[in-house]
């Protein structure tokens, strides 16, 4: 069981998700301190102080670069190759061209332009490793900032210790990743080419969320007792060290070896050969991540095929998924639930769906197929078109699948086994618009039950929130959505014989129901969730 407790950042616009907060101040501060010599040098107090209170924090906004910070060249280099804004420094191809644009500047003697792209570097990097990009944390930082007290009261008294300022603000914490950075640094290989350098770059944001999702569901539970256990405390200085001290010291790395390029024959530039090979670097990456790091689903793995399948996706980077990033936690809280109720399931690799030919899914021992679906695309190795072609053929071997989708429209598979017709509300996220929507009822299709929603479902978890704008017509209900404001009702979930599709707002904890059962002590699916997920099998005949 995940102990955990929610923590609330700010969200800009309401859709865009930063990591570090005040926690950059440190993280520059102290890649300062272990710079080269020749670095240091021209480190004058008033660029120290720029480069961590301002330069550290420039990569999280939207606007446009500024011309009299990066130059006429540095402006029309970043514009041709399509980095337009700031918070595009965040993604892999930013960080190489932060990189690039420090080698500029120091062979070019500009260095507070050298500090400027150093702080940009150690801002992108840093988010790439911290802790509110593991998808528990994530949803427990965004997602449920309206619960009720005193949920909200809660949320507010350990919201800072999820920012590494928490740590590197007391004297205990501050000690432990200082010390972590030297540990780390003393077992950090120095880069050995131009080429290398870019794309381990580059793949800090795959590497950097591998290394964290391993110790998210430990921080949560570390921070949940912090206030009143001391070992707790530790233990949470330890996490949030660690997770730092990884993209610090590669930042460092990066400086040092920028440096050492400064009378190279050759420098550092991006070319379509570098693009190819991150992109390789990605699918094998993509392909042999081990699922068992992930901390949110050590509890729940099987190692056994038999029961109710689940399918799972491991964490990659920030907002990347084949089936959407915010799954992997609903995926999770089913599993939880299906274990707490003892009823037999499996948990299934999607990757073994979409890659592997040899893997086979035997309707005689899992006789349905659940996948938790928020957006539904490829993803480097994972293929949907593999994906739909093989559950279509357990389907048609006698399987049953349930599709719990989002934003994408259902497959074609899933369309073709409900028949009747799918509608999408015209540039709307939910059926109606979401004002409209929290006042009606969800009911049964055989009326013996309903839920209303106790919160808004436009959360502040921005991409990741549980939106599924689909009803149906012509097809067997499943769920019912009734509203005095309709003339008629809508069907928002559909079944027959073979499939049935739920939105994923029907399971989203913490939206339906009785807010007084709220708990916050384990990572499950609530009653209403439960309940509709036990009808659902029911109506397809799924046996205890």
């Not at 069981?1 to 501060?29: R, S």
């Not at 070992?231 to 949470?236: C, E």
């Not at 010291?249 to 040092?256: F, G, H, L, N, Q």
Request: with cysteine.
């Amino acid at each position: 069981m995940h102990k955990f407790i929610i923590i609330i950042t700010l969200l800009l616009g309401g859709a865009n998700v930063f990591a570090w907060g005040p926690g950059h101040d440190d993280q520059t501060e102290e890649i300062l301190k272990h710079l080269p010599a020749q670095l240091k040098t021209e480190l004058t107090s008033k660029i120290k102080e720029k480069t961590i209170k301002e330069y550290s924090h420039y990569p999280d906004s939207f606007k446009p670069f500024d011309v009299e910070i990066i130059g006429e060249e540095a402006l029309l280099y970043l514009k041709v190759n399509k980095i337009a804004k700031r918070y595009d420094l965040h993604s892999d191809k930013g960080r190489a061209f932060c990189f690039i644009l420090l080698c500029r500047a120091i062979r070019n003697d500009e260095f507070e332009r050298a500090f400027f792209w150093l702080a940009c570097l150690g801002h992108s990097s840093g988010d790439m490793s911290a802790c509110n990009h593991d998808p528990l944390i994530h949803i427990a930082t965004y997602d449920w900032k309206e619960l009720p007290p005193p949920h909200a009261k809660a949320m507010k008294d350990l919201m800072p210790s999820l920012d590494l300022h928490w740590t590197a603000n007391s004297k205990r914490g501050k000690s432990i990743y200082e010390s972590t950075v030297k540990q780390f640094l003393s077992a950090t290989q120095k880069h050995e080419s131009i080429d290398e350098a870019l794309l381990q770059i580059m793949m800090y944001g795959h590497a950097g969320a591998r290394y964290t999702v391993a110790r998210g569901s430990d921080i949560l539970s570390a921070a949940f007792n912090a206030s009143s256990d001391q070992k707790s405390r530790k233990k949470l200085y330890g996490s949030m060290s660690e997770i730092a001290a990884w993209a610090t010291v590669r930042t460092i790395r990066d400086a040092k070896f920028a440096v050492r390029l400064k009378t190279a024959k050759t420098a550092p530039e991006w070319t379509e050969k570098i693009k190819q090979e991150h992109k390789e670097l990605m699918t094998e990456a993509v392909q042999t991540a081990n699922i068992k790091n992930d901390s949110l689903f050590k509890n729940i793995l099987t190692e056994d095929y038999k029961g109710i399948g689940v399918v799972l996706e491991p964490t990659w980077r920030m907002n990347e998924a084949a089936l959407g990033f915010s799954s992997r936690y609903v995926a999770a809280a089913l599993c939880e639930r299906l274990k707490k109720e003892r009823r037999e399931y499996c948990t299934i690799d999607v990757r073994k769906i979409a890659t592997t030919d040899k893997f086979k899914l035997s309707p005689k021992k899992i006789p349905v197929i659940i996948v938790i679906a928020a957006n539904y695309q490829s993803y480097h190795s994972i293929r949907s078109p593999v994906i739909s072609e093989k559950l279509s053929k357990y389907i048609r071997a006698g399987g049953k699948v349930i599709w719990v989708g989002g934003k994408t429209k259902p497959p074609e598979f899933i369309l073709d086994k409900l028949g009747g017709s799918i509608h999408s509300a015209s540039k709307l996220r939910w059926p109606l618009e979401v004002e409209k929507f929290i006042k009606g009822e969800i009911y049964f299709s055989n009326m013996e039950k309903s839920y209303t929603f106790f919160r808004n479902p436009k959360t502040q978890a921005g991409w990741h929130r549980p939106e599924c704008p689909y009803t149906f017509t012509g097809n067997k209900p499943l769920l019912i959505y009734k509203s005095p404001n309709l003339d008629e009702d809508l069907v928002i979930a559909a079944i027959s014989r073979k499939v049935a599709f739920l939105p994923i707002y029907s399971l989203h904890p913490y939206l339906l129901g009785d807010p007084a059962l709220i708990d916050l002590q384990s990572v499950s699916l609530d009653n209403p969730g439960w309940d509709i997920i036990s009808y659902t099998l029911d109506q397809l005949e799924i046996g205890k």
